[in-house]
């Protein structure tokens, strides 16, 4: 049973195992912080954005702080933060979509954009201004009221990864 093919496939077996081993040890997230960087802090967002609900800024502020602290290192201090996010709520839109005969529309887009300003007190040259926006569509039928908050929850998601992806990962 020691032919050639016997071990050819012996060892596509054992690089496969090696492979899988190795890739299922490895983040893909690609954080990278300098390690001088220890604490962040996130002011409440302004609302610039007419429309906007008024805990928008609120919540989003939460939103970041709790992305930032579950997925780095980095504690929250309010006095002397490594790292500094501040920003506006800018965009708070919702329109119609998908024109339908008799012109009505199948569905509404609710659309969110967040103006932010990146600040790392360590390196005083990492620092950035941008603006992210996000949209989740929903049926037409469907009251905002109704399904807001959820629409929001899906967008914010998006936002946070954005601006993380931005600020951690040089994405």
Known sequence: ??????????WILIFGLFVASITSCYSFKGTSIDPNVNTFFIGDFEI?????P???SQDF?????DKIRLETRLTLADIDPDIEFTGS??????TALDP??????ALNRLQIGVRIEYLNNKKKDDKWQQTFSFFEDFPADQNLIDVEENLISIIFDQLTEDIFNRAFSDW
Do not use: C, D, H, K
Not at 48 to 52: D, F, H, V, W
Not at 61 to 65: D, K, N, Q
Not at 89 to 94: A, C, E, R
């Open 89 to 94: 709520i800018v965009t708070y839109n919702v």
């Open 1 to 10: 049973m020691n032919t050639p093919y016997f071990n050819y496939i012996w």
């Open 61 to 65: 502020s939460e939103a970041l702080r």
């Open 48 to 52: 610039t954005a007419p429309n906007a």
């Open 54 to 56: 008024i805990t928008i």
């Open 100 to 105: 339908q005969p008799g012109e009505f529309t």
